[in-house]
């Protein structure tokens, strides 16, 4: 399958790409060894999500993903955010290849592993809220 329009501008022209260095939080996941790691940068004010950046090193469509998703949930509200799945941002980017399915995971792992980084860090236990962000030991996510 061939890259749809909305993956290629995504790869090439990438929103919201950077850190945020006092952001209230920062979720990494993914694995050297998978070859694609992502690290997500939220600002939270009342609740919303009003800044969102993000590193990514990996392939295009790990890039695209990830620039897709911090449009998706800027401006949303965390539970909003929450929300957020893996198949939303597929089909945002009107399709991936069957075998780049798994960037798609790792943003929407991303964006949780942040916001539940913004609960720790503010004394709330994430996990009845977030859920358990997978870990990849290597090589393998569980």
């Given amino acids: 399958m061939m890259y ?3 993956v290629m501008d995504h790869f090439t022209n990438p929103r919201n790409v950077g850190e945020i260095p006092d952001a209230d939080g920062i979720g990494e996941v993914g694995n050297a060894k998978c070859g694609d790691i992502m690290k997500m940068y939220i600002k939270v004010d009342n609740d919303v999500i ?3 950046k993000f590193k990514t090193y990996g392939c295009g469509s790990a890039i695209a993903t990830s620039s897709i998703a911090t449009e998706m949930i800027k401006g ?3 539970k909003e955010a929450l929300e957020l799945s893996n198949q939303a941002v597929v089909e945002a980017l009107g399709g991936l ?3 780049k399915i798994h960037c798609s ?3 929407e792992q991303s964006i949780k592993a942040a916001i539940s980084d913004y609960y720790q860090k503010n004394g709330i236990d994430p996990e009845p809220i977030v859920g358990k962000i997978p870990t990849c030991e ?3 996510c569980h």
Avoid: E, K, R, S
């Fill in 4 to 6: 749809t329009q909305q």
């Fill in 50 to 52: 009003t800044d969102v």
């Fill in 76 to 78: 949303h509200t965390i």
């Fill in 97 to 99: 290849p069957a075998h």
């Fill in 105 to 107: 995971v790792l943003a």
């Fill in 138 to 140: 290597d090589g393998h």
